[in-house]
């Protein structure tokens, strides 16, 4: 069974600086897909962005990249340029790798969360 | 694009009382899931069904969950007798069949709170 740990309860920062924050995962799988989602208070989680494991660079989108350490099995997520709206539970989230004849079998596995408080 | 929709958005209700959610996906999406987040916690898979047929049920109290989605559209979960420590938000999420890159679009959720 794989587990994702994120071992930074709650983190805050001033906005228009950059904040990381942490996670680690723990499986035996070579090939998966790993996730950083954002819960704003009181809205729906939303897809931050994703980065599949064979590949070495790493993901970014806009403010947003990640730096992947597979052999450390380590996936932090860092914001440049933090804003106000991105004050919001962030969510770790591991999903193993499905073949094409098992699409729609995709099953994610959340880390407990960081809570980010931008400050003004 | 319309996304997933749940309702009702909160609901109190006695504990031994029995509950019902409702969640509609987004239109073509055929993977359907059910997740409980308690407080503090990451989201946890409750089931996930694959149009009308169910493709993890694992993690799904039986004794006192049921879901079904009869036409591969909508989808119920249904939580009786509740307990206590059901309390959480139920978020419904969908993915499109043929991905296979694990982006699930997620609802705004219902809140559960069992006294």
């Known amino acids: 069974a794989q587990t994702v740990t994120q071992s930074q309860p709650e983190m805050s920062v001033q906005e228009a600086e950059t904040v990381t924050l942490s996670c680690t995962y723990d499986?035996?799988?070579?090939?998966?897909?790993l996730f950083w989602y954002k819960q704003p208070p009181s809205r729906q989680m939303i897809l931050v962005i994703r980065q599949e494991a064979y590949k070495q660079q790493n993901a970014t989108e806009n403010r947003f990249s990640v730096n992947f350490q597979k052999a450390a099995k380590s996936f932090s997520l860092k914001i440049s340029d933090s804003q106000l709206g991105d004050t919001a539970m962030y969510f770790c989230?591991?999903?193993?790798?499905?073949?094409?004849?098992?699409?729609?079998?995709?099953?994610?596995?959340f880390g407990t969360g960081t809570r980010l408080t931008i400050i003004p | 694009e319309a996304g997933v929709a749940q309702s009702p958005r909160y609901k109190i209700i006695e504990k031994r009382q029995s509950v019902a959610f409702w969640c509609n996906p987004i239109?073509?999406?055929?993977?359907l899931y059910w997740y409980q987040q308690i407080l503090g916690q990451g989201p946890k898979l409750l089931i996930q069904?694959?149009?009308?047929?169910?493709?993890?049920d694992s993690q799904l109290p039986k004794d006192r969950f049921s879901a079904e989605r009869l036409k591969g559209v909508d989808s119920t979960l249904k939580i009786q007798p509740a307990k206590l420590e059901d309390s959480a938000v139920y978020l419904c999420a969908s993915s499109l069949r043929t991905s296979g890159q694990g982006e699930q679009y997620f609802g705004p959720g219902t809140r559960l709170t069992v006294t």
């Open positions: 069904f694959q149009n009308n047929g169910v493709v993890d």
């Open positions: 239109s073509g999406h055929a993977t």
């Open positions: 499986t035996s799988e070579n090939n998966y897909y």
């Open positions: 989230a591991f999903m193993k790798h499905v073949v094409r004849s098992n699409f729609g079998n995709e099953k994610l596995t």
